[in-house]
């Protein structure tokens, strides 16, 4: 067998490896676009695989397109969803505008392998990759509908890691309740919390952001295709909007539906954007709890080791026995680059002219990067260090003996000012506030706030001397 075939375009001829899928244009693409050595996301070669084989079912239904050739191309884009061709799919993510490079990466392989059901050979076309798998569609519809179908592909699995995480940490608030210990605001002590109390509020914030994305998905199930090159439509059959995206549904069980504005969705990038920003906006949660988590671990003799992370591997290449955060580190790591990469899309969708945002293609890459990296991140750190999170009661304690602090429980009885002044001499004699509160009252030298009357000890006792009522309102 020959090492190449010779293949022409409107440009001319090109060489092309005999054994592959892809025809001309992509060889074109991958000789012009050598950047990041990289290929595109399964995600994206899934979606347009699926729009490929809708529009040659749709096109049959509607009398444009043979029976015989259509059927080839709805099994050749089937077998390609279902990512038999995945290898064939060699054009780097930074590539032309708009994204025709990649499409027509997909129109070549869906053609020849649809030539070779009928019976033909590579490069003889007897299905035309323009004129037959890419009928009654552009690059300009086909990429935006296939940008919002693989996100909407993954976005089950994403929200059931991040629900997973929120679990998490919601069965470490229920174990972690009995142990009270110091809040800390401005990173300086503050009244009592219990450690469970920290653990449901990162339960809630992460549950919120599921939300977040969630609804900002619902906005993805509007789609364009049938726009064709600049949204009116131009050689579509006048049904062929509507019953591609009926076609959709049912190849993919998704809600979709129809766009309300074929102009708006071929131009504005915003509801893409509008979902990149709820996964800076987790990245962003998630950056602040993991940070949280390795202050309260750190140590353990000289930080507060309030928790222990579960030792995943050894920490130093030359201090023996040291044991770091890693897995909070890995998700701090991995949610700067999930920011990162929400910058760019912004940056990207900004940069749409009239009728076409041509930064498609990096806006499609780094979308599929971010939820890549935000469902490996957060299920290893749900997995290896979450589940495996341990409270240490005693030192908890042993901070919160030395918050003179609490002495705001005693606001309501001696008054701000002479509270203040408690905490003051506390801390210049590093004592504890109940025992220097005690001999104060004892010597008769604190004052109830609203009458000038001596504050008993039993009086102070009943405001110091249950922390964990302090953490339950009320009280404060």
């Not at 920290?198 to 295709?225: C, H, V």
């Not at 990038?269 to 709820?278: G, I, K, L, P, R």
């Not at 997995?383 to 919160?400: H, I, M, R």
Request: net charge neutral; proline share 4%.
């Amino acid at each position: 067998m020959p090492e190449i075939r010779v293949e022409k375009d409107s440009l001319g001829e090109v060489r092309v490896p005999a054994a592959a899928m892809y025809g001309a244009q992509t060889q074109r693409a991958v000789e012009n676009f050598t950047v990041t050595g990289r290929r595109p996301y399964r995600a994206f070669i899934w979606s347009v695989a699926i729009i490929k084989r809708a529009a040659a079912e749709v096109n049959a239904e509607l009398g444009l397109l043979e029976a015989p050739k259509a059927a080839a191309i709805a099994q050749a884009a089937g077998e390609a969803a279902d990512g038999k061709w995945d290898a064939e799919f060699v054009v780097d993510p930074i590539q032309a505008g708009a994204g025709t490079s990649h499409n027509m990466n997909a129109n070549e392989v869906i053609a020849n392998r649809a030539t070779q059901l009928m019976g033909g050979a590579l490069g003889e076309y007897r299905v035309r990759p323009n004129d037959d798998v890419n009928m009654a569609q552009s690059t300009n519809d086909v990429i935006p509908c296939a940008i919002r179908l693989g996100i909407l592909w993954r976005l089950d699995e994403l929200l059931n890691v991040v629900d997973a995480l929120a679990e998490a940490f919601s069965k470490k608030s229920v174990e972690f309740d009995e142990i009270v210990k110091s809040g800390r605001t401005h990173l300086q002590d503050a009244v009592p919390v219990r450690l469970g109390q920290e653990m449901g509020g990162y339960a809630k914030a992460i549950a919120r952001d599921a939300q977040r994305i969630r609804s900002a998905g619902e906005t993805l199930l509007r789609l364009g295709i049938g726009g064709t090159a600049t949204g009116t439509g131009l050689n579509a059959h006048p049904e062929f909007h509507a019953r591609m995206v009926r076609r959709i549904a049912k190849l993919t069980g998704l809600s979709v539906e129809p766009s309300d504005n074929l102009f708006e969705s071929m131009q504005s990038m915003a509801d893409v954007t509008h979902f990149s920003a709820s996964l800076r906006t987790l990245a962003l949660t998630l950056t602040r709890i993991a940070n949280d988590l390795r202050l309260l671990s750190s140590g353990p003799n000289s930080g507060l080791d309030e928790i222990r992370f579960p030792p995943m591997q050894p920490g130093s290449s030359i201090m023996p026995g040291k044991i770091n955060p890693v897995m909070a580190e890995m998700l701090n790591m991995a949610m700067i680059h999930v920011i990162g990469l929400d910058a760019a899309v912004a940056f990207a969708s900004q940069a749409g002219q009239l009728e076409l945002n041509v930064m498609m293609p990096i806006i499609a890459q780094e979308v599929f990067e971010m939820m890549q990296v935000s469902i490996g991140a957060i299920r290893a750190f749900t997995e290896k260090g979450v589940k495996g999170l341990a409270a240490n009661p005693a030192k908890a304690t042993a901070w919160l003996e030395r918050n003179a602090i609490i002495a705001t429980a005693l606001n309501p009885l001696i008054g701000y000012a002479a509270a203040a002044e408690l905490v003051k001499e506390a801390v210049e004699q590093n004592r504890s506030i109940r025992e220097l509160a005690l001999e104060r009252a004892a010597a008769g030298k604190l004052a109830h706030k609203d009458r000038q009357q001596p504050v008993t000890t039993a009086e102070i006792e009943s405001a110091l001397g249950n922390l964990r009522r302090m953490t339950e309102g009320g009280l404060l």
